[in-house]
């Protein structure tokens, strides 16, 4: 049994890299209504003494910089919480909740304030927490809190600069942003306080009334650490068995709460590290320690014991910060990426007769990018779930269930994975939003719908179908302006059309079919017209005597400036999505540029297309600003099939059949292959961080194509000639033509003027 349950995990491990291959797991992703109506979806379903009207989770997302200064929810965080129970989830589970401040020195700042919600130690969270319970019943949804002992060497190691004091956790850790940090081990005693804080938060929660605990067993934080084994190597005391941490704290809940309190569990079955790094784990310094790690089998029967302390339902998923793409799962992860690890446990509590204390089989919640209809349903229809966590695809689209249940599967904004809006605003400071909702996290603001125009309907020219005019131009005819949408190419997208063409963007080609929809509804419904293969001049506008223009036409790909650029082997890396051919009689590939678009074009040219690759970026990272699990997922696929990485390396020149570069070899040169520890903003200080020494060298890469992916300039010249022949009243440029960015800024924008001309 327990080989079975390894090669699984293996298995599922190792697909990872190569799932798109196959066309029934592509289908998997697809936004279609094949299995309408969703019976299953939308059963009810009893977890211990409580009713819930469906089968559908919403997913524990961070909700940070979302409460005052005291850690009470605020009305951005009550208003976000609503709009998803509106939405028709069944269950909402809060971000993770801290049981209590001062033991973990990460979780708060030098000052005592933290970005995340309070409910500890004293009453001035209450009543905000009071109000948002009453506003997600008021719409018929259950709501849990997910608490979290703390983050333990995960968190951020800020604590030692401001507070002068390490990270902590089960034992002697290294820190995962920081390795070069240690992470020192709590005492008992400290333990034991912190589960009896879990006891008082738990009380505190019902109190409020929350309908049940959600524990933050999984990924790597302090709970887990001490419940896995490669954490917690502790040689005596109580928690040197390592389920004694877990256990414990459930029991104080249950003595606190009494035994028809839900409890809710999650836990990965298996940080699947060895599976991820396979023989490296003895040889990264970061990572040796952690080879001894928590089996799939000892998972289960930790579970078994969970249950019997108290646990009502698990939700199952795999991985750590340390291969962060796992918990975290990006646009390149498959469809129901965890579904048969849900069906491990699924099987083995039935087979094992597990149930509740009240009696009851134990749920097992499936998660892992589930937001197409069709799967989800197919998931609880063949027994290989209970219930269906949807996190990002609420974000997307809150009201994801009602538009399911409604048959309206064509109108659900699907997420793209990119995770910029909702991981990376918070590592840079914000707070959760969405890149494709840009009502996610300001439901505060922007209310239930649009705002009516105020004062005349406007005539308004849109010019550019990307994402940032399809969202102006709809949001604009939905408040009662008549619009004119001009687009140069035969259909809309803009920049998404190449965007989606690599096999592992199919996230990003279900946003695009939605976006053509969107145009399609707004045009039958609304005041808006779209004018295709239209090459609109500042002329033509003038003669048009709109109200107000709107330009976005997008960017101009830029051209380094060196010897042979101009040769015919060398080609924009657009111009190579959208004509694979260019690579037909390539065997060596060489791409200028390791941003975000050179590295998914190295991803389709060696995957898709079986090229040698090689990939070269002037900085010392590859995608350095992208966020930590997508950007992690990527490079670790690049690695396993042998794309050569080349950083602090510059093209000098293109001659004959190779480009020169100018390369630094010196050994003090990053390794670009790291995955396992994160790289940091450059607001952050690190005090360990090592100079980069300087030993350039010229050397030749052999190339049959060279694809250039350096990035884009601002194409503003339409803007500037409609306002300097004064083309009407109002002349706005958003989007890409105002300045190269993602979808999250050109959405964001086009929402913005949208709602404001």
Not at 261 to 272: E, K, N, T, V, Y
Not at 457 to 486: M, N, Q, S, Y
Not at 711 to 721: F, I, K, M, N, V
Request: net charge positive; hydrophobic share 40%; charged share 25%.
């Amino acid at each position: 049994m327990k080989n079975d349950f390894q090669k699984q995990l293996s298995d599922l491990v190792r697909d990872l890299d190569t799932w798109f291959e196959s066309p029934a797991r592509r289908a998997d992703g697809a936004m279609t209504a094949a299995l309408y109506p969703y019976e299953a979806l939308f059963l009810p379903i009893a977890v211990n003494r409580l009713k819930i009207r469906n089968r559908l989770v919403m997913g524990p997302m961070v909700n940070a910089n979302m409460c005052d200064a005291t850690g009470r929810p605020n009305d951005q965080m009550i208003e976000y919480f609503a709009a998803r129970a509106r939405g028709g989830v069944g269950l909402i589970t809060t971000g993770a909740v801290p049981i209590g401040f001062g033991i973990d020195p990460t979780l708060d700042e030098k000052n005592g304030l933290s970005i995340l919600p309070h409910i500890h130690e004293h009453r001035t969270s209450f009543p905000g927490w009071r109000v948002l319970c009453e506003r997600v019943h008021a719409w018929g949804a259950k709501i849990f809190i997910q608490l979290t002992p703390g983050a333990g060497r995960v968190g951020p190691p800020e604590c030692v600069m401001q507070k002068f004091r390490l990270p902590v956790s089960a034992s002697l850790n290294p820190n995962f942003y920081l390795p070069e940090i240690p992470s020192v081990r709590l005492s008992d005693r400290k333990c034991r306080k912190i589960i009896r804080r879990a006891g008082q938060a738990s009380a505190d929660a019902r109190e409020v009334l929350f309908d049940g605990v959600y524990l933050h067993g999984h990924e790597g934080y302090l709970m887990e650490q001490f419940a896995n084994t490669a954490f917690n190597r502790r040689k005596f005391g109580r928690f040197s068995d390592w389920q004694a941490f877990g256990i414990d704290m459930v029991r104080e809940i249950r003595r606190r709460c009494g035994d028809d309190f839900p409890i809710m569990f999650r836990i990965d079955l298996s940080l699947a590290l060895n599976e991820t790094y396979g023989d490296s784990m003895k040889k990264i310094r970061a990572l040796k320690k952690f080879t001894n790690e928590r089996t799939v089998v000892l998972t289960l029967e930790y579970m078994k014991n969970l249950v019997a302390a108290g646990v009502d339902m698990f939700d199952v998923d795999l991985g750590c910060y340390d291969n962060w793409w796992l918990p975290h799962p990006p646009s390149m992860m498959p469809p129901a990426c965890f579904l048969s690890m849900a069906k491990i446990v699924k099987d083995w509590f039935r087979e094992n007769g597990i149930l509740s204390n009240a009696g009851l089989p134990v749920p097992v919640v499936a998660v892992g990018k589930l937001g197409y209809p069709d799967t989800a349903e197919r998931a609880l229809r063949d027994g290989m779930c209970d219930m269906v966590m949807l996190a990002r695809p609420l974000l997307a689209d809150p009201d994801w269930p009602n538009k399911a249940y409604a048959g309206r599967v064509a109108e659900i904004i699907p997420c793209i994975g990119d995770q910029e809006g909702c991981i990376g605003e918070i590592f840079h400071g914000g707070h959760i939003q969405c890149a494709v909702n840009p009502r996610t996290g300001n439901e505060h603001r922007c209310g239930e719908g649009p705002l009516p125009a105020e004062g005349r309907r406007k005539k308004i020219a849109v010019v550019g179908a990307g994402p940032a005019g399809i969202t102006c131009a709809c949001e604009a005819a939905r408040r009662g302006h008549d619009v004119v949408l001009f687009e140069s190419a035969p259909r809309a997208g803009g920049a998404l059309v190449p965007g989606s063409v690599p096999r592992i963007k199919f996230d990003v080609k279900n946003y695009l079919d939605y976006l053509e929809g969107e145009l399609t509804r707004m045009a039958r419904h609304h005041r808006l017209k779209v004018k295709f293969r239209t090459n609109a001049t500042a002329g033509m506008l003038k003669k048009g005597k709109f109200d107000a223009i709107v330009t976005c036409p997008g960017a101009r790909c830029l051209m380094p400036g060196i010897e042979g650029i101009d040769s015919p082997r060398v080609v924009q890396v657009i111009d190579l999505f959208l004509g694979p051919s260019l690579m037909k009689d390539a065997r060596d590939i060489v791409i200028i540029g390791g941003g975000d678009v050179g590295c998914e074009a190295a991803h389709f040219c060696a995957y898709e297309h079986e090229k040698n690759v090689t990939v070269v970026e002037a900085l010392p990272h590859f995608m350095k600003n992208t966020v930590t699990a997508n950007r992690s997922q990527l490079i670790h696929a690049l690695g396993k099939k042998g794309v050569a990485l080349l950083n602090c390396a510059r093209a000098v020149r293109i001659t004959g059949d190779s480009v020169i570069i100018a390369r630094n070899m010196s050994l003090t040169v990053p390794d670009p292959y790291v995955t396992w520890a994160p790289v940091l903003p450059d607001n952050v200080r690190n005090p360990l961080k090592k100079k980069i020494k300087i030993d350039e060298r010229e050397t030749a890469l052999r190339a049959d194509l060279v694809v250039v992916a350096i990035g884009s300039a601002p194409d503003d010249a339409l803007y500037e000639e409609c306002v300097r022949v004064r083309a009407a009243e109002e002349i706005h440029n958003i989007g890409d033509s105002f300045q190269p960015g993602r979808i999250f800024e050109a959405v964001r924008s086009g929402f913005a003027l949208g709602r404001g001309l």
